[in-house]
């Protein structure tokens, strides 16, 4: 037909179908952060509420789980079509290893199930529940997000560091070892810096809107404890992940020389590394960045003598594309976690000083551009870890260009997507909005406690 | 039994329980369609919304069950599945998009005209996504995907077959969901909407038995083996079904309300089961066999391991949920 006329529709289809992957998974990781980590933030506010009988924590609490019904409906429905995309995009990635990784998204099934039924609880039950079971009702969704989280994760880290199978002479999949599957080398540090994302962002993102509300005059307790509280626990988050995040690095250096390599453009393989900030790679070496001599091969293995493979000794067919795309990827990612590092110790810095937030405009202008940045770091990290692993979609096994479907029109769902998303997001946004709207004409003044009986109507 | 029919077993439980409560969601929104305009509508507008908001997500959970128990225990089926029927798969994905972001959009805005924009899209994505299903389901059960896969886009579904399970995929949702709604009302003390759904359980239950009917019809030409099948080894669960159907019919019209979820829940499940006794042992029919597209034997473990903490963990969760909702411990509005 029309589309067989194209030249380019073959190769045009990976191409379509990696750029329709690659937006969906940015918008619902996202979501899945919110999935993962509001629950333990918003039970923080209801605990204190109920410990310290605080009506605004525990309406904090009450309008975080009402928001958090909007983003998991739409997380709801952009995880159903990431798993429809699997078999829509990649089904031959299903044909050969669905058997293998399938196993980790098995599991997810289960966490998913209870996150969505205790989440219902959860929301629904303020009004008629009793105000402690109702607290415990909301308990689980903090281990099922940390469940979840580590079985899409180990299936993730799998495709960087396939392990726990055995193939027979045609390729097909003969045996499967399930635990060598779930605990792949990656699986340690891939699960820990996303779990520790998902709590940086959903803590610096539900701060900044605080911070938001307080530069614009709102100072009511309210939006001080709205600020406190997620802000904290970003805070805690961040240290551990500038760690985790040096510790997967280290790990890419080991079992990804090629991804590493274009993290950190280097060219030849060598000792005393220069580690370069910013900048274009090129052929001949980095053009327009700053360079630490040796600093690189210092991190990789504690001393300028560490040898680090360049990609002169990766096969032309096994480098990673759009290489300063990758590493500006990786700079952005490493430049915002050090930069909310510096915010996290400002804040620990006052606090321990005078038990208060740092008394200066700037502190909450920080603090809400924060969420931003935090959603803008998880995604390039995300680009990081699966750009740098093209043209693998199982490393070292099979190629994405093997697994893509040969389906027409995929340019077509892909900008069918574009235009659903956009209405989504804006959906979203807009009934987040409106619900902040509306909480605030209710007024700030007269907050009820969630708990209060029923004024209204008496069941 | 083999471990491969085994998981093939948890597969149909699976879609067993996504049919009863992801089609009864379904149904919900289909009736929420045909309520009529604003003030007309606004009564059984607010039943469906009452029953459908605390449970919808985690009966849709069971959607995402089959598809990864699908691809995990069966890989090949799956690829087969989907780089043949991706037409109407997708089109069912972007019905889920649509009905879920609706349904939660409109529950939180105020504004009339955008809550009517976000209802309609709601409901009529309701009644899109279990036809393409259904298109689905008829299509690997007329033999149309080939083991290798890469079917023909259209002609594998757009058939008569494939069309009229869709058909029955909507009707079905829709009785199931009126049948639901007659309790959901007489618990909320609504006799006049107690009746109303009554008529439409009545209504649809009558159509829904017909499209069946045609079905059969319609396999005896298209599905030669499954229509075989059907008729010798799931001839036991046909009548089962035929039985349920007539019982509940009996007791509605006698104005009776015992035993009717039972009723119409039994009527559903046995047709399930008698497509999956009918395909034996076909994952699909006539070209892969369960045991050719299995996976290997410790993935299957998993498989089972995962159903077993499902059985003992997920279903008394959904229990209590259910518990929760019946009772009216839960909310429906923000």
Known sequence: MLLDALPLAESSNLLAAREQMAFTLAFHIVLSCIGVALPATMLVANYYGLKKGDGRALELARRWSKAMAVTFAVGAVTGTVLSFEFGLLWPQFEHRFGSVFGIAFAIEGIFFFLEAIFLAVYIYGWKRLRPWPHFWAGMPMVITGI?????????????????????NRAGEVVDVEPLKVLFNPATGYEVMHMILAAYMVVGFLVASIYAVGMLKGRR???????????????????????????????????????????????????????EYLGGVCTKDGVKGAIGIPGLDSFLVGWSTDTKVTG???????????????????????????????????????????????PQTPWFLRAVAVSGAGAIAALWAGWIVTEVGRQPWIVQGYMRTSEAVTE???????????????????TGAVLVLRAMSRRWRADGTEEVQSPYAPPTEEVV | MSKADAAAAILWVGATFYALFGGADF????????????????????????????????????????????????????????????????????GIVLRGAGFAFRKSIVGLRERRAMGATFAISSVL??????????????GNVPAAGNGDAFSSWIQPLPLLIGAMFVASGAYLAAVFLVGDARRGGDAEME??????????????????????????SEARYVFDR??????????????????????????????????????????????????????????????????????????FIVFAVATVVVLPSLALLYTLTQRDLLESEH
């Open chain 1, 147 to 167: 469940g979840g989280a580590f079985s899409v994760v180990a299936a993730n880290a799998w495709m960087n560091q396939p392990q726990g199978f055995t193939l």
């Open chain 2, 27 to 94: 149904g919900g929104g289909f009736w929420d369609l045909f309520a009529g305009w604003d003030e007309r509508g606004q009564r059984p507008r607010d039943v469906i919304q009452r029953s459908l908001t605390p449970v919808w997500e985690a009966n849709h959970v069971w959607l995402i069950f089959v598809l990864v128990v699908l691809w995990t225990a069966f890989p090949t089926a799956f690829s087969a599945i989907f780089t043949t029927l991706y037409v109407p798969i997708a089109l069912a994905a972007l």
């Open chain 1, 220 to 274: 009511d307790r309210l939006h001080r404890l709205g600020l406190v509280i997620p802000l904290t626990i970003a805070c805690i988050a961040t240290p551990f992940q500038l760690f985790v995040g040096d510790t997967a690095a280290r790990g890419v250096a080991d079992h990804q020389p090629a991804k590493f390599a274009a993290i950190e453009c280097i060219q030849e393989t060598g000792t005393d590394q220069t």
């Open chain 1, 311 to 357: 990609l002169n000794d990766i096969p032309a067919g096994e480098r990673p594309p759009a290489n300063t795309f990758i590493h500006l990827s990786f700079d952005t990612m490493v430049g915002i976690g050090s930069a909310l590092f510096l915010l996290a110790l400002w804040f620990a810095f006052a606090w321990w000083r005078k038990r208060d937030i």
């Open chain 2, 230 to 303: 059907l008729t010798a080894e799931g001839l036991p669960l046909v009548i089962l079904s035929l039985l349920c159907g007539l019982a509940l019919l009996v007791v509605l019209l006698r104005g009776g309300r015992r035993l009717l979820r039972p009723l119409a829940a039994g009527a559903v499940v046995a047709v399930i089961w008698g497509w999956g006794v009918a395909q034996f042992p076909y994952l699909l029919p006539t070209s892969l066999r369960i045991d050719q597209a299995a996976a290997p034997d410790a993935t299957m473990t998993i498989v």
């Open chain 2, 195 to 220: 009746r109303y759904f009554e008529r439409r359980a009545l209504g649809a239950a009558v159509v829904a038995g017909a499209f069946a009917l045609a079905g059969i019809f319609a396999l005896h």
């Open chain 1, 407 to 425: 389906a027409k029109g995929i340019w077509f769902s892909f900008g069918l997507v574009l235009l659903l998303y956009a209405g989504l997001g």
């Open chain 2, 129 to 142: 996504t279990p036809f393409f299903m259904g298109a689905v389901v008829g299509a690997i059960a007329a």
